[in-house]
């Protein structure tokens, strides 16, 4: 499976971004697919992830009713959309993909930056 991540740029505080993953390879059949994201000086953080069905989502705390993940299978894409960005938000965010929702950080794809401004 190799992945491709876009979408990322500059946005002020309360704007939103939607970024994208693109998936290829025959291994992504069936795969659980999810984003994380690291902040200049920080650990690596989870965001959120989505099954292959679509049909169980998780995300960190600080981004829920924020930040919604989503995929098409069809397009071999996964999209995460967000909301109310605030400046805590910036950071690199990477697509990964894995076989099951706890292991969806086994497969990672290159970053794309985030960055909010106040």
């Known amino acids: 499976v190799q992945l491709q991540a876009s979408g990322g740029g500059l946005v002020q505080a309360g704007g939103s971004l939607r970024l994208s993953c693109a998936a290829s390879?025959?291994?992504?059949?069936?795969?659980?697919m999810g984003w994380f994201r690291q902040a200049p000086g920080k650990e690596r953080e989870f965001v959120a992830a989505?099954?292959?069905?679509?049909?169980?989502?998780d995300y960190t705390d600080s981004v829920k009713g924020r930040f919604t993940i989503s995929r098409d299978n069809a397009k071999n894409t996964m999209y995460l959309q967000m909301n109310s960005l605030k400046p805590d938000d910036t950071a690199v965010y990477y697509c990964?993909?894995?076989?099951?929702?706890?292991?969806?950080?086994?497969?990672w794809g290159q970053g794309t930056q985030v960055t909010v401004s106040s």
């Open positions: 390879g025959r291994a992504f059949s069936g795969y659980c």
């Open positions: 989505i099954s292959w069905s679509g049909g169980t989502v």
């Open positions: 990964v993909a894995g076989p099951t929702i706890a292991t969806v950080g086994a497969i």
